[in-house]
C-alpha cells in the first residue's frame, strides 16, 4: 500500500527538493515538513511561504516529536550529514507515534559496502537501529554524487570553476568513475516509491538510483565540448587532499574528504534500481551542464 501522509524532516538541501515533487504528485499526498524551532516569526513565516501548497510546516521540539510525528505514514529524514545522531530521537519518537516507513539520511554512497568510509561512520548506528525497530520499516536510498550539488556554478567547493573553464584538485588521475544523480531526480524516484501500490519493492532494504557513472576527465570533455575550449586541469592524490583539508568538520574539510573517497572508488554504486519506478527518467551530467550551467552566454 502507498503511504498517504508524508512527512519531510527540514526545508534545505535534498529535503527542499523532495518538497515539490510530493505536493505535484498525482497521488495527493498529505505533506507535513518539519522544521527546528526558529528564532522569530518572521522566520516561521518565511518559511511557510516558501512551501507550495497543500504542505504544512511544524516546528520539532524534543518534547514534542511524538505528537508532532503522530499521522505520519512515512517519514523522510534527509538531514545533514553533520546532524545525522539527532535521527536517533526521531525513529523513537516515530515508533511511538505509529509512523509505518522511515527513510533515514543516506542519499550517497553505498554504506552497506562501505561502512567504515570516514564520512559514513555516523550512519553506522541509525541503520542499526532501523534494522532492529519491533515496528518500523526503513528504505536505506543509495545515489552517488548530486550533480547540482557537486557541479555547482559558476565555480564550486569540488574544484570546478565553470566560467574560467578550470578544475582544480581533481581526484587522483580523474579516471575514477562515481555515480551521479540530479537531487530533483532523487525527489522524484522517493515520490514514486512512496505512491507505489507495491510497498514491498522497497521494504526494509536498500534501494541505488542513478543516473549514471562518469570521471571526473568524462566531466571535464563534457564542458569543453559545450564551450569549445580546453579546461586548465590539476590534479591531486590522496595524500594531498587530505593535507590541505583544513579543520575537521569544516566545510572544506567534507568536501576534500569526498573527493578521497572518489579518487579510491567508493562513489560507485553497483546496480540500479531506477527499472523500479520507471517514470522517472534522470537527467544526464552532460544535459545539466548544458541546462543549467552553460545556459547563461556569459560562460560561453
Known sequence: MPFKNVGVVGTTGLAASLIRPLCDHPF???????????????????????LPPPAKLVELRDDGLVAAFSGIDALV?????????????????????????????EFGMDNDVHPTAMLNAPKVPIRDRLRNS??????????????????????????????????HAVPADGDVPVSTIHSRDVAAFVAEMLADED?????????????????????IAYAEEIIGRRFAVSNATVHELVANAGPAGTARWFF???????????????YRD??????????????????????????L
Open 274 to 299: 531506477n527499472a523500479k519506478w520507471p517514470a522517472v527518467k534522470p537527467i544526464t551530467v552532460r544535459d545539466y551542464l548544458k541546462r543549467d550551467i552553460y545556459s547563461s552566454p556569459a560562460l
Open 28 to 50: 495527493n499526498f498529505n505533506v507535513t515538513v518539519f522544521t527546528r524551532p526558529a528564532t522569530g516569526a518572521a522566520t516561521v513565516a518565511a518559511k511557510r511561504a516558501a
Open 199 to 219: 510497498s514491498s519493492k522497497s521494504r526494509n532494504t536498500k534501494v541505488l538510483l542513478e543516473s549514471e557513472k562518469v570521471t571526473w576527465n568524462q566531466i
Open 256 to 270: 576534500a574528504h569526498l573527493k578521497v573517497l572518489v579518487a579510491s572508488g567508493q562513489v560507485i554504486l553497483a
Open 77 to 105: 529524514c534527509p538531514i545533514s550529514g553533520f546532524a545525522v545522531e539527532a535521527q536517533l530521537k526521531y525513529i523513537e519518537a516515530a515508533e511511538a507515534a505509529g509512523v509505518k516507513r522511515f527513510i533515514p539520511s
Open 134 to 167: 519491533p515496528s518500523l520499516e526503513f528504505t536505506f536510498v543509495y545515489t552517488g554524487l548530486w550533480i547540482d550539488h557537486f557541479l555547482v556554478g559558476p565555480a564550486n567547493p569540488y574544484g570546478f570553476d565553470w566560467q574560467n573553464a578550470t578544475a
